[in-house]
Each structure stands twice: as C-alpha cells, then as structure tokens.
C-alpha cells in the first residue's frame, strides 16, 4: 500500500481508505498534478488482477483422431490430440471426462503435471454407452479452467467379439528353470528370457515375484520401468520394443466374480471389466481366485484368472486367460 500525506478518504474504486493527496495538496498545480498521479498509481494498486487468463485447449483435428460426432463401434479405438498452452500460470492437471445422457460421470484420465504447456496424443476405447459426452479440461495455478468437448455415439449394429480362451497356463517367477517368464497373448506362448528377446514385440506379460517388502506374486510387461523388470530382467533395457500392459487394480474392492469369468464366451466381459482410470504398470499380489482386467499395448482387452502360486522366487504361477481376438 501506497502511503501519502493527509487525510484519509475512501477510494471509490476499492472501498480501501487512502490518504487524501487532493486536499492537502491544493496549494500549488505541481502538488496538485503529483497528487493525480499519486492516485492513478493508488487506484492501479488497489486494482488487483481480479481476471487472471485462463489456459486454452483444444483438439486436434485429422484423419488419425476422432471427431466430434464420430460413430464407433463397442470396443473401438478413440485417438484424441489434445493441445493446450498456459496463460498467466502453468498448467497443473489435466482431466478427461464421460458424461452420459442421465449426468453420471466417469473420469477416465486425471493426471497432475506443471507445464507451460504441451501437445499429447491420449488412446481409449469405445465403451458400451450409446451416447457420451467426452470432456477435456486443464486447469492452471490461478485454479483457472479451459475445456472442451465432444459427443461420441455407438455403433447400433456393434456386436460382440471373439476371444481366445486359454484354460491353463503356467508361467515361471524370475528364479524358475522350469517355466518362462515372458508370455506372448496372441499365442499363449511362455518364453524364457533368451528366446522372448527375439519375439520382443509379441511379448505382453512378465511374472515375477517380488521380494522388497511384502512378498507378492506380480504380472507386469516390458514397458514396466523400474521395480521387478530392471531387477530381475535387466536384459529387458535393451530391447527396443518394450510394449506396455496396464493392469486394473480397482478389483481389489470391486472384484470380477470368478462365475461371470467361467461364463464369459465374447469379450462382453472384457470390456466393461477393465476401467482405464485405474490401469497401472504391474499387478501385485495376484493370488489365487482373483480375475484381473488387463489392456496390451495394442489395445487389446483381457481377464486373467489366477489358479495357483508358489510364493517362492523359484515358483510358478498357474492361470486361466480370456482376451480379445
């Protein structure tokens, strides 16, 4: 605050009392054009910015991305180039949205950053919802928003796809000599390591158990960084396609009945089971009688059903697996 000889006055643009500069500076024009001035730069400090400049997004636009409007079919890829730049404060999270036709809403990314700005390309999957408003919102330091949005309908005629069910697999830890531990889905091929190095590109699932703290038995994949892959698969490092699994781990408190996975024969299952919001680079203690969701790198959707384990960095895990075709 600007402090000035005088009286005390109320500033009619802030309501804040100042010194009165005018009154006691009627005696000469020079004291008289001072005091102006004086009280331009007051009023200028009382004026705090009250309307900071929000960021902007948008979305891009192209062949490869999905447009406003677009008619996909159940379990389709949605390809969103999201563009957005800070104004007065950098940008602090970015959040996208469903928003169905009776107002319930489903978050589907919620992720922190500090940016000036930044340009991304963001995959998800068309879900069962005949109509969803997607949301696309960024918010500043200053707590200012920017959004945009666009409307994605169902493909009436999408119908369920195949899966390819394998009823028994048995996948070794990290110290096992007698099971692989690099699993090609497509296939339900298991590799050791020396011959998953030359399907690198097939291999979506690792198992290892880990032993840093609480032991578990622990599904991962090759674009896991850090944790059990560097640890236990250091040769992973160098290989130049490290596809990336993410696996649900909500169904720690909300569970997929294991009946629903003995009866599921299309990828119905598949697709409502796994919630991208909560899809992670590993699964840890996967013990007996849990059904994990899980989507590949190649947007393939699937459940995992977990038989038996030896909880030994020598052992084994035994599993049942459901994906997509």
């Not at 600007?2 to 009154?23: A, E, F, Q, V």
């Amino acid at each position: 605050m600007i402090i000035y000889p005088g009286n005390k006055k109320t500033c009619p643009i802030c309501s804040t009392r100042h010194i009165d500069n005018l009154t006691s500076m009627k005696k000469s024009p020079i004291h008289l054009v001072l005091g102006i001035l004086l009280l331009v730069v007051a009023i200028a400090s009382c004026k705090k910015d009250e309307n900071p400049v929000p960021p902007v997004i948008t979305l891009m636009s192209g062949a490869e991305y999905t447009s406003d409007g677009a008619i996909v079919a159940v379990g389709g890829k949605l390809r969103f180039g999201i563009s957005a730049s800070a104004k007065d404060a950098n940008i602090t999270n970015l959040v996208v949205k469903k928003i169905m036709p009776d107002g319930t809403v489903k978050v589907v990314l919620d992720s922190g950053l500090n940016s000036t700005g930044f340009n991304v390309n963001e995959t998800f999957y068309q879900g069962i919802e005949d109509e969803a408003r997607w949301t696309f919102q960024v918010m500043d330091k200053n707590r200012q928003f920017a959004t945009t949005a666009i409307t994605l309908y169902k493909d009436p005629a999408s119908t369920w796809g195949g899966i390819l069910d394998y009823p028994f697999i048995v996948m070794g830890f990290q110290n096992s000599t007698t099971h692989g531990q690099f699993l090609v889905p497509s296939t339900g091929k298991v590799f050791f390591a020396d011959s998953a190095a030359m399907n690198q590109n097939l291999v979506d699932i690792i198992t290892y158990y880990y032993v840093d703290g609480t032991p578990s038995p622990t599904f991962s994949s090759p674009g896991e960084t850090g944790g059990g892959i560097t640890e236990y698969y250091p040769a992973v490092g160098q290989w130049t396609v490290k596809n990336y699994t993410k696996y649900d781990i909500s169904v720690d408190t909300d569970p997929v009945p294991v009946a629903a996975f003995d009866a599921c024969h299309n990828d119905s299952l598949l697709i409502v089971s796994y919630d991208d919001v909560w899809g992670k680079r590993k699964f840890k203690w996967a013990e007996p009688g849990v059904v994990i969701p899980f989507l590949t790198s190649s947007g393939k959707k699937g459940l995992i059903r977990v038989l038996s384990v030896e909880n030994d960095p020598a052992g084994t895990t035994t599993f049942a697996m459901k994906i997509q075709q």
